[in-house]
Every structure is written in C-alpha cells, then in structure tokens.
C-alpha cells in the first residue's frame, strides 16, 4: 500500500509544483492566481497522502520526509505530470490529460475501502472538479480562438499525446490496490477518461492524435531527466540544512 | 487576537456541570475568527465539527448538526479532576494554509478561558462544504464586502457556466466573473457592470 499511496502523492506534488512554477510569470494575473491555486489544492493532497503513508510506515516521519529526503528513482508520479511547462498551451495540455484522468479516478477512490483514503479523495474530488473545469475550458477557448492559438493547442496536444498511455496502464501496486479494495485499477475508468476527452477535444475543434508508441517508467521509478532538475530544486533547502525550519 | 492575561478570576470550571463546560467551550469558538476572512468566526464557516469533552473518565460528545448542536450527556458526578477537551476541524480546502493558525488560535483561546488540555484534529470526511455555512456567516461577508454562496454546493457544473452573483456593493445582478480563482482559494474574482466595482465571491464548494 505504501508505494500505492506515494505514487498518488508524488503526482499531485510533481505537478503541484510544476504549476506553482508559473508563480509571477503567468499570461495574465487572473491565469497566474489560477495556477498557483491550483497547485496549492494539489500540494495540500499529496500532503494528506504522504502523512498517511508516513503514518502506516510507523517509524516516526512525516510527510516532509517523503517529499524531501527521496530520491528520483523513489518517486512514482507519472512521467507527464513531470513535463516541463513549456508555453501556456503546453502546460494547458499537460494539465487538462491529468485532471481528465484524475477527476475519474478520484471518483472511483471514494468508494475504498480504506476509510482515510477514501476521505481524501472525497475532499480532493471536489477541488479536482474546479481543475478539470479550468482546464477544458482554457483547451477550448485556445483550440476554438484564433490561428495562432489553434495551431499552438494543437502542436502541445500532440506533443503530450504519448504521455497519456502511462496513466490509463496499471503498474503492479495499482493492480493489487484495486484487488485489496483500497485503491483504483485505471482501466475500470479508461471508458470515461476517453469519452471525456474526446468530448472535450472535439468542442475545441482540435484533431485527436492516433495512438502510437506510448512513454512509461514513471509508475516504477525509471523517470525523465526533468524530475532531478524538479528535486534539485524543491529538496534543495531540506539537503543543505536538514531539518531546518522556520 | 488572544490575550492571556491572568486576573485571578480565572473561571472555575471544575464547578461547571458538562452541559454548562461544553456551553462554554462553543462560546469560547465563536471567539475564534478565521485569520483569512476576519469577519468569520471559526463557527460560521462551519469548520468545527465536534467537541469531545473529557471530564476524569467520562466522555461527552456534542457535534454541529447545520446550525444546531445537540449535547449529548449523563449527569454529572463530583466535581472532576481532570478536564480535557478535544476539536475535531475540518479544512475548507486541502492546501489551505490558514487551517494550522486556526488549531493554534482555538487552542489560545480555551487555554485563556482556564482549559489547558486541549487537542485538535483535523478530520477531512465528510468534506466541508459552504452549505454548512450560518445565516448570520453569510449577511457578515455581504457586509464585509465580499458575495456570499448563492445556491447549494455541487461538484458537476457545467463549463463556461455563468452564475448570478449580486454585487456586495450595489446589489446589481448584472455581473461577470473574471476568475474562478481569486485571492483565497474559497473564493473567485467578479467585477459588477454597474458600478463597476470589482469583488470577491466566496464561491459554492
């Protein structure tokens, strides 16, 4: 349950992070506010996952400890969540595959059997809601806006396009989660994450790219070399100084 | 916003029966305020959930039901020993950085009141919603100047959806949502059309 838990964790901070990156650098202030609320929302889950995951460890860390003392081939978030910003409908893209996914498999995380879990993911469904909502809208206002922001949705949509297998492929700690009761097996939503974004793409007048060669490694720790530059800064402090606080 | 200063007629609340102590307890809530929405005690955004009072052995249980609280208790025996008190809140949001102010804060405020073993937990099930906040909650944010909830809470809404916000300021409804997300996140950015004001809707989680 433990790598189970920090693969649900390692996401929400990965991408939390990513977002929170655009901190003062958004196109607009609303978009920026967006951003980091977003990733603020995203940065809170993955610490109410890993305090529970340190709590079931038992030998007395915390949730710091998870996100700071691990290293690269420790964490289990998926590859695309770890995709570098690149420009706004990059990140767009990058976003809207992620919460199509996890607002289904939030969803389905609410019926766990493990009652702390499930209370997570009910309270994050709720903020996943917003960040779907954001995310299809801003994929349809620049897929369905001008030249130039077409070809630009378009060019990230298909950029990111072989990121999306990993998340709908079950790694070994899904597959028994989903069999012990606690957890989701991504294919029990595959039919609705599909169905959402086709349903989103299409509104956006934006070509659904074929499937072809699929990116995975992330689920078991085999990641891009974006992920060290993402510690190196994030952990930086906690190496530096251990322990330190303010 | 506390202040512990020590008068000498520190209320005895060993005297007190658990009906009376857990009275006081939810009095000493509705002092606490929320660090981010000043005008809104900790009562009115409907954060605390339940209060376990723990008087030597015996436990007594009184929960927020709505607007309500209902007190559940057997009589009280000799005057108790050991007096000890637990919060249960729930956060607004997940990241919510004003949650562990509010544990201090509450803590403060029942230590001045003469309760010093206090605990608070924070429980995220079920997940707090705006329907739980008071009537009284809502006409003080209207004052303060920011649009209270307009409607019940869902998680599916449609997108591009367009909600009638009247503006805090002049009550027009002719108003347009900037943001989803504003300065908090439990609230979004509006601007009204008539008086051109731009303000804070504390939006319908």
């Known amino acids: 349950m433990q790598e189970y838990l920090l693969h649900l964790a390692d ?4 991408l939390g992070h990513r977002l929170s990156e655009w901190c003062g650098h958004g196109p607009a202030l609303e978009i920026d506010m967006a951003m980091t609320n977003i990733s603020l929302d995203l940065i809170g889950q993955a610490r109410n996952l890993y305090a529970y995951a340190a709590e079931l460890e038992g030998q007395g860390k915390t949730e710091d400890d998870l996100a700071y003392l691990r290293d690269v081939n420790g964490f289990r978030n998926v590859l695309l969540v770890e995709q570098p910003n690149g420009d ?16 289904f ?5 609410c019926e766990s059997h493990d009652k702390q879990l499930a209370a997570i993911a009910e309270k994050s469904l709720k903020e996943v809601a917003y960040h779907l909502r954001w995310s299809s809208e801003w994929a349809i206002r620049l897929g369905d806006g001008t030249e130039e922001s077409k070809q630009k949705m378009q060019a990230a949509i298909d950029d990111l396009w072989s990121f999306r297998g990993e998340l709908l492929t079950p790694a070994a700690y899904e597959i028994e989660a989903a069999k012990a009761g606690y957890g989701v097996n991504p294919l029990e939503i595959k039919e609705e994450v599909e169905k959402k974004l086709q349903e989103i793409l299409l509104e ?4 659904l790219p074929a499937d072809g060669w699929m990116h995975s490694g992330g689920k078991t720790g085999r990641h891009s070399e974006h992920l060290g530059f993402i510690l190196a800064e994030m952990q930086f402090l906690q190496r530096a100084y251990p322990d330190s606080t303010w | 916003m506390v202040e512990q200063t020590d008068t000498g007629k520190r209320p005895d609340n060993e005297s007190l029966n658990p009906d009376e102590l857990m009275a006081k307890i939810w009095q000493c809530l509705s002092n606490v305020s929320d660090p981010e929405v000043p005008v809104l005690t900790v009562l009115d955004l409907g954060v605390v959930r339940k209060i376990v009072l723990k008087l030597d052995g015996a436990e007594f249980v009184s929960e927020i039901d709505d607007l309500s609280t209902s007190i559940t208790s057997s009589p009280p025996k000799t005057p108790p020993e050991k007096i000890s008190v637990l919060i249960q809140i729930t956060p607004t949001y997940t990241g919510c ?7 201090t804060n509450i803590k403060l405020e029942l230590i001045a009141n003469g309760i010093k073993d206090v605990q608070v937990e924070e429980i995220l099930s079920p997940a707090w919603t705006t329907d739980w906040m008071t009537e009284s909650g809502k006409q003080k944010l209207k004052e303060y100047g920011i649009a209270p909830p307009q409607a019940k809470a869902r998680v599916e809404k449609m997108l591009f959806d367009v909600s009638n916000v009247p503006c805090p300021q002049c009550n027009s409804k002719n108003t347009e ?3 989803e997300f504003g300065s908090t996140a439990c609230k979004s950015l509006y601007r009204c059309l008539d008086c051109r004001e731009p303000f804070d809707y504390f939006k319908c989680h």
Request: glycine fraction near 0%.
């Open chain 2, 97 to 103: 950085p004003a949650m562990s102010m509010i544990a």
């Open chain 1, 88 to 103: 706004f409908a990059q990140t767009i893209a990058r976003s809207f595959f992620y919460d199509s996914y996890n607002y």
């Open chain 1, 105 to 109: 498999y939030q969803k389905a995380l």
């Open chain 1, 204 to 207: 956006a007048t934006l070509d």
């Open chain 1, 11 to 14: 996401n929400a901070l990965i």
């Open chain 2, 177 to 179: 949502m900037i943001s």
